[in-house]
């Protein structure tokens, strides 16, 4: 029921960017002819703003039906129109100007330009108006096909703000906890960061601002696919202390190397270590369909310890270091923790500022103390009659640990 965006702090101030947003909201509700919310700026981290949503909406589908692709669904259900790479299928007599009721499709089954009545599983999104008619979607040569907006939505299920219109120099959308999390870690100007899985660089651009673009930023991601996006991000929010480096995390460290450049670095070369780690995702919402088999599932903990046993490494003596994951399962939480405390004995859990989630689960492998350290964001757990903006979250873990010196640590 919320959406949050981080504000550039190296180019604005959150006050100018929240006016300058919210005349742009107002266009685009008053176009749709809908009320325009008002947006406010969170009451905890500065550098957020909250723009409410409306639903789900009483509507009903209209005879007409476009099949969309779930990506594309999913998207509609926070706000955005259908773009012509979205849809799968339409009815023949389609033509611009028509209304009609648009259905995402679960299992993925719809072929491109399909013209029957579709009969698989599908959920309805809302409705809205054709503006690129069937035949320039799907009759063109794929080299001329037009891109851009095909059907705006005027009924969506939810009334929530598309995020196309705004520019990516002064906000990123961003999940209320990907935000705390960074604001977790709390990066100093003058430091040096390692953010070990950077890709596309939301977290990465959030760090450089909390540190006004003096220090190190180091963001590596084994992805070489993933890297201009990271790059891109990176350029647009004017990112200018972050290097950006394809590279395998679980290799970053070695003694004898040297820490200007690309990795790896010597060992304790970061003050703060940033692993938001590879996981299963269970918390990302809206989700229609999950695809993952159980072995892939599984296969994240390990992978998980692997890469964080660098983070160890590349941490300083004194410095911190913040897991995170997207997920909700406690193998890749709690019990990460769990085994992190136990595999290395330098590592104490910290209190975390700020804290707007609920605690860690207690199943017997943290201590109760331990689970009021880690912070659980996941809307089954904070339980609030009406959602809020930090109740009303994806599924969200954060730990954050200080690496002691060995003669503290033995005490
Ligand atoms: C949860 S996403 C990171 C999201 C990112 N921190 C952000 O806020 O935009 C996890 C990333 O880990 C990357 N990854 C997976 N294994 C890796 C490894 N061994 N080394 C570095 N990156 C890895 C994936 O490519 C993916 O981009």
Known sequence: MFTTLRVNTLRDTRVNIREHVQSQIDKQYSERNQVAPIITEHPILGDTLVIPSNGPMHIQPVAKKVIVGLGCGVAVLRGANVFAQGVMGAPKNMSQGDTVSVHADIDGSCKKGFVQNFEGASVFVGNGIIEIGRRDLFCTAESEKVRGVALRMTEPLYEAPSLSDLSSEIVFPQNLPSIVCVHVLDPQPGERILDMCAAPGGKTTHIASLMKN????????????????????????????????????????????????????????????????????????????NKMTLAEVKSYPALQRKIFTKAVEAVKEGGVL????????????????????????????????????????????????????????????IATETPTVNSDTIGFFIAKFVKLNYRNAAT
């Open 322 to 381: 913040v897991y995170s994951t997207c997920t909700i399962p406690v193998e890749e939480n709690e019990h990460q923790v769990a085994w992190a405390l136990q595999q290395f004995p330098c590592l104490r859990l910290d209190q975390q500022t700020p804290n707007v989630g609920g605690q860690g689960r207690q199943d017997n492998m943290l201590t109760d103390e331990q689970c009021t350290l880690v912070q659980r964001l996941d809307p089954r757990c």
């Open 214 to 289: 003096q220090g190190r930023v180091v963001a590596l991601d084994k992805s070489a696919s993933k890297r201009e996006k990271l790059l891109t991000n990176v350029h647009q929010w004017s990112a200018s202390c972050v290097e950006v480096y394809t590279f395998d995390s679980s290799r970053c460290i070695q003694s004898d190397a040297d820490i200007t450049g690309p990795p790896p670095y010597p060992t304790g070369s970061f003050d703060r270590v940033l692993l938001d780690a590879p996981c299963s995702a269970l918390g990302q919402r809206p989700s229609c369909r």
